[in-house]
Every structure is written in structure tokens, then in C-alpha cells.
């Protein structure tokens, strides 16, 4: 069976800094694109940011609203995707929610395999 | 960066109603797009990929069409457990970017 369960969340205050963690079992995490969605208080789905396989050269990419703060990263070995956030802003409180991938062909979609989710409050 | 627009943003509906929301896009995305089901304090579910395509073990009362920038998810006859929200989300490029969402509720 496939599982994520991310963790890492909590209380942050504006500038700090949070890691969180996904670990991944019940599939071949080598093989699968990963993402992070977000899901603010009350509010719609934003994607987050993704990062390749090692094929692909574990190259990432990221929503505007995050690039530059936030680094997505994985560790093969350990069946883990991280999501390091910086320089964190109010507008970051959200759930994080870790994804599985779904390639077919040349093109990627989130797949239907995600976490719980990790809650992420900054706030002073 | 592709604008995902859907309508309505709620709706009530009786169980046995069809019901249909819609997926604009700001520009054409062929088929790149998927539909996810969300009930409350629950990680999304994807219902339908490549704008058509059923994920396994989704019910066959959901169905999806269109292409280029308008789509469709319609369910044929709603049953108690479909009362949820729904985002349609594109992958035809980078930032991936989820519509608004539509809330279905009971009437």
C-alpha cells in the first residue's frame, strides 16, 4: 500500500524557517516525481513546487510565490522528500500536503497518492 | 503563467441530480488536465486524468471531456458521498496551477 506521511509543521514566526519531511513507502520513490501542494485556512489548492527524478537530474521547479525561499529535496535512500522553507511569511500558514507524481509519456500530473498533510502556522 | 477558472464556484444539488462544473483555461492546455475530489479535513483525490481519463476505482457515474481550454466534470447521478469540493488543475507547463474550486453542497 502506498503511504506518505509528512511531518516537520507547526508554529513559525515571520522570517523563520521550517523543514518538512515526507516519508514514502509501498512504492519505488526512486521512480515517481514528487510534489508539495499547499492548502490555505478555508481556501483553494496551490502547488508548490516539484523535483525530478535522478534521470532527470533531480532538477525542481517552483511557484513564483516560493521560488527563491523554499527548496524541494529528496534523499532516494531514505524514501524522503524534504520541503526547506525560508524567510516565511503569513501568507505561508497553510496544510502541506506531499504528492505522488504520475508520469505518462512527456508529461507529469499530481497522482492520487498523497499525504495528510503537515500544518504550518506563522505567525507572531 | 495558465489562469484556471472554474464555474460555479457552489452549487445545491439533491441526490440522483446530474450535475456539471466547468474548467476554463487562460490558453490551450490540450488534454493536460486532471480533476480532484475534496471532502473536508481530507487530502484531495484524483478523480480523472488527461481531461477524460478515470482513475482506477473511480465511480463511472464521473466523467470528463473537453480540450483545449474548456473543460467539463460531470457527475451523472450524485450520490450522499460526492458531497465535497472539486479542483480541475492543469499540467501543461510549469507553475502547474489548480482553478478555484466548486463546493457541492446538499439542498
Known amino acids: 500500500e502506498v503511504q506518505l506521511v509528512e511531518s516537520g509543521g507547526g508554529l513559525v514566526q515571520p522570517g523563520g524557517s521550517l523543514r518538512l519531511s515526507c516519508a514514502a513507502s509501498?512504492?519505488?520513490?526512486?521512480?515517481?516525481?514528487m510534489d508539495w501542494v499547499r492548502q490555505a485556512p478555508g481556501k483553494g489548492l496551490e502547488w508548490v513546487a516539484r523535483i525530478r527524478k535522478k534521470v532527470n537530474g533531480y532538477s525542481t521547479e517552483y511557484a513564483a510565490s516560493v521560488k527563491g525561499r523554499f527548496t524541494i529535496s529528496r534523499d532516494d535512500s531514505k524514501n524522503s522528500l524534504y520541503l526547506q522553507m525560508n524567510t516565511l511569511e503569513t501568507e505561508d500558514t497553510a496544510v502541506y500536503y506531499c504528492a505522488r507524481g504520475v508520469c505518462s509519456g512527456d508529461s507529469c500530473y499530481v497522482g492520487s497518492h498523497w499525504g495528510q498533510g503537515t500544518l504550518v502556522t506563522v505567525s507572531s | 503563467d495558465i489562469q484556471m477558472t472554474q464555474s460555479p464556484s457552489s452549487l445545491s444539488a439533491s441526490v440522483g441530480d446530474r450535475v456539471t462544473i466547468t474548467c476554463r483555461a487562460s490558453q490551450g492546455i490540450g488534454t493536460y488536465l486532471v480533476w480532484f475530489q475534496q471532502k473536508p479535513g481530507k487530502a484531495p483525490k484524483s478523480l480523472i486524468y488527461a481531461a477524460s481519463t478515470l482513475q482506477s476505482g473511480v465511480p463511472s457515474r464521473f466523467s470528463g471531456s473537453g480540450s483545449g481550454t474548456d473543460f467539463s466534470l460531470t457527475i451523472s447521478s450524485l450520490q450522499p458521498e460526492d458531497f465535497a469540493s472539486y479542483y480541475c488543475?492543469?499540467?501543461?507547463?510549469?507553475?502547474?496551477?489548480f482553478g478555484g474550486g466548486t463546493k457541492v453542497e446538499i439542498k
Open positions: 509501498g512504492f519505488t520513490f526512486s521512480d515517481h516525481y
Open positions: 488543475q492543469h499540467y501543461k507547463n510549469y507553475p502547474l496551477t
